[in-house]
């Protein structure tokens, strides 16, 4: 615990995050300090501002992706910089320009987050040459330069992917492995006394959005990087393998979900509670070592005392055992005892996953039985798609327009007041204007207390500091903290942009002070105008998705669950198809949780079903976790069902009811259905022999009847829910 603090900042220290403000601020600042010393200083800022452009749209993912995303940058920005240099001279055309350009690149996200960043990329370059009236020979070098720029940043990209090609993919897997490891201590914190359920239960959810998010980013990176995939080497089967394990390891950990209020209420004055805490914190650290390992290329170790600790566990759960009383009845013994083999189960997936690191055993690993193109999403580009988004009905159509018409009005409020720097009114509203409006708002806070912190620590920086050897190191740390954060905390992000423009204005012998009160100005003036337009203009409220979302995560459940049980049911099962379910409600599930949290941003006003939808979201959390439990149930024994009839009458039933869930979002009722829940017949003929305690049996008709009773208070859920008000 003491060494946390060293071991957060050296996991950072070797991020993508960090190696990604290094290669931006390397990127950056060589063409300034080369040209400098021939004195052509402006053309290096030039080639500098084409760098940033171009490294915007240089986010994880396979290399070639990348690569084809910098060439079109490149080219756009050399178009753009032609056509606005051509054209600001005359403020009514360059208005007109403004309101084009800026919905049509807006309108790039419709093809996905990378695209997105192309159009961002271009309406920068476009802001930046806005006021830079030249003749029009100077404004084809100044094109030329920022291609040049652009393609300088382009091979220095893919030079240093091409002397460690597999460098991301270790970065990004050990990330989402961090993510996977603050998962466990979350739950691990449902064993501590007088734990807040509610406050813990929704950190939980946030974590698994967190996890599901950096497991989506690493499918993105190891199955479409060729070669990963195809070319089928040791090092990219190892990756591999860890990362298929670790989901696995992470469905078992999701399925450790119980009554813990109950637990508690037993076995708190046992103190056995505390001790389930402590290994699973343990397992969480082994985690953080196998993360840092990938990042070092290092052996993780695993705690020697852990098998010994389960041992004691055992022995202790074995006393409470022979006291069974009232106190300790035998469920609760029975829920321990599961706990513990669960615990034991991902201790040993744990080992195999230290073990990979052993450079004889990843010689051995073979190819999975998976087929991973089935796991990323194709993003197509099609012209047909931007088509049937022209219309109001589309929220990326309503967000285009919005943001082409705020950058109007901010072009007329810096025209009107006449600053030095007024691109930088534009600059903000193109930063802060988001398609949803809870969006908008983090991005307008975290940009305002950026700026304005940021902008009294430059003022004292250079008024405490003159020499320039310090505060060109100074200048290099603020450049690699702002290009660093820029995707991990914004709001540090512009904490360091701000001094860092600060440092290098008064290097240009532009002035600091004015500089910097202009700045907090126009961002100010700038948030302002996005804000409100985000809430008056076209707005886009999370209530509009909402249906959408809850049909998915129902409907990804449902499948999950109809994949789970046919391995109860039938003899041939595809563990690709299963693979994908259990994707796919991870990723909904994610997407769920995130609309809710977006939503409590949002007006009073625009809040609907909050209690329902905290309800629904805690349900659907609460039957994947039952779900993951019975598929690890049957994957880890061989039963073989006797009579099944009973079993297969609720499963049918359980998916009659999400079915029905989603017909209910679907469709307005007129009266409430009355539907029943099925209670099995003759439990004691339904038996599932296996080679382990009979409370196994027992366990696993019970998470039948606890995943149906869960699926009808979801069916009950929806039917409260008026779908006219989406």
């Known amino acids: 615990m003491l060494n946390r603090p060293i071991r957060n900042t050296q996991d950072f220290l070797l991020s993508n995050y960090f190696v990604e403000g290094l290669r931006i601020t390397f990127g950056v600042i060589c063409p300034p300090l080369i040209l400098a010393h021939f004195g052509m200083l402006q053309y290096g800022m030039t080639l500098s501002l084409g760098a940033i452009c171009v490294s915007i749209v240089d986010t994880p993912g396979p290399m070639h992706h990348r690569r084809n995303a910098m060439l079109i940058t490149i080219a756009l920005l ?5 056509i606005v240099g051509l054209t600001n001279k005359n403020v009514i055309f360059t208005g007109v320009i403004l309101v084009i350009f800026s919905f049509i690149f807006s309108m790039f996200l419709l093809f996905g987050n990378r695209a997105s960043a192309i159009g961002v990329a271009v309406l920068l370059v476009m802001v930046l040459s806005i006021d830079d009236i030249r ?11 920022v291609l040049c720029g652009g393609v300088w940043y382009a091979i220095l ?8 090609p597999y460098r991301l993919a270790q970065q990004v897997l050990s990330d989402s492995i961090l993510q996977v490891a603050e998962f466990l201590r979350a739950k691990a914190k449902f064993y501590e006394e007088k734990v807040n359920y509610d406050k813990n239960f929704k950190a939980l959810v946030q974590l698994q959005v967190d996890v599901s998010q950096k497991q989506d980013e690493v499918r993105e990176v190891l199955f479409r990087t060729r070669e990963i995939v195809k070319e089928s080497t040791p090092q990219g089967r190892f990756l591999l393998v860890v990362f298929t394990d670790m989901v696995d390891l992470f469905e078992q950990v999701m399925s450790t979900y119980y009554n813990y209020k109950q637990l508690h209420d037993q076995f708190d004055k046992a103190g056995i509670l505390y001790r389930y805490k402590l290994i699973i914190n343990k397992i969480s650290y082994a985690l953080d070592d196998i993360a840092f390992a990938l990042k070092t290329g290092g052996t993780p170790i695993i705690s020697n005392t852990l098998d010994k600790d389960l041992l004691s566990l055992k022995d202790e759960i074995g006393k409470l055992e022979q006291a069974e009383s009232a106190q300790y009845n035998a469920l609760g013994i029975i829920a321990l005892k599961n706990i513990e083999v669960n615990i034991e189960n991902i201790v040993q997936r744990v080992k195999n996953i230290v073990s990979y690191f052993n450079k004889k055993e990843r010689s051995k690993i073979k190819n999975g039985d998976v087929d991973v193109a089935k796991f990323v999403n194709k993003q197509q580009i099609d012209l047909k798609i931007l088509i049937d988004n022209l219309n109001f009905k589309s929220a990326v159509f309503r967000h285009s327009l919005r943001v082409s018409i705020v950058m109007l ?5 810096a025209k009107s007041l006449a600053f030095s720097h007024s691109y930088w009114i534009l600059l903000t509203i193109l930063v802060i204007s988001k398609p949803g409006f809870s969006l908008t708002k983090e991005r307008n806070y975290h940009r305002i207390i950026g700026t304005v912190i940021g902008a009294f620590i430059g003022m004292g920086i250079l008024h405490f500091v003159s020499d320039k050897n310090t505060l060109f190191f100074i200048l290099i740390v603020f450049m690699i903290g702002a ?9 540090i992000s512009v904490l360091f942009m701000t001094p860092y423009i600060l440092i290098m204005f008064d290097f240009l012998g532009l002035g600091t002070m004015a500089v910097a009160r202009e700045r907090i100005y126009d961002t100010l003036i700038g948030s302002g105008i996005a804000f409100t337009a985000s809430y008056l203009l076209f707005p886009n409220w999370e209530k509009e998705k909402l249906k959408e979302a809850m049909v998915n995560t129902l409907k990804s459940n449902a499948e999950y669950f109809r994949q789970v049980i046919r391995l109860y049911f039938e003899d041939e099962n595809d563990i690709t198809s299963y693979k994908l379910a259990r994707k796919d409600i991870f990723i909904n599930s994610s997407n769920l949780s995130s609309l809710f949290q977006r939503m409590f941003s949002e007006p009073k006003s625009k809040q609907i079903y909050i209690k329902e939808l905290h309800q629904f979201t805690v349900l659907n959390h609460l039957l994947t976790s039952y779900v993951a439990s019975l598929a690890l149930y049957i994957k880890e024994h061989n039963f073989i069902s006797v009579n099944p009839d009973s079993l297969k009458l609720i ?9 029905s869930s989603v017909d209910n979002l679907f ?3 007129e009266g409430i259905n009355n539907v029943q829940l099925i209670h099995r017949k003759n439990k004691e003929e339904n038996v599932l022999h296996a080679d382990v305690h009979e409370n196994t049996t027992t366990i696993i008709e019970e998470h039948f009847d606890l995943i149906q009773k869960v699926a009808y208070d979801i069916y009950k ?3 409260k829910i008026n779908v006219k008000n989406f």
Request: hydrophobic fraction near 45%; charge should be positive.
């Open 667 to 669: 469709y307005d009722k």
């Open 157 to 164: 990209s893919y030079a240093i992917y091409r002397i460690r």
């Open 483 to 491: 290009y660093s954060f820029q995707r991990k905390n914004y709001v």
């Open 651 to 659: 499963a049918d039933h359980t998916t009659f009811l999400l079915s």
């Open 78 to 82: 050399f178009i753009v910089s032609i």
């Open 409 to 413: 009005v901010g072009y007329i409020a």
């Open 135 to 145: 003749p029009w020979n100077e404004v084809l070098l100044s094109a030329g330069l």
């Open 717 to 719: 859920i929806t039917e």
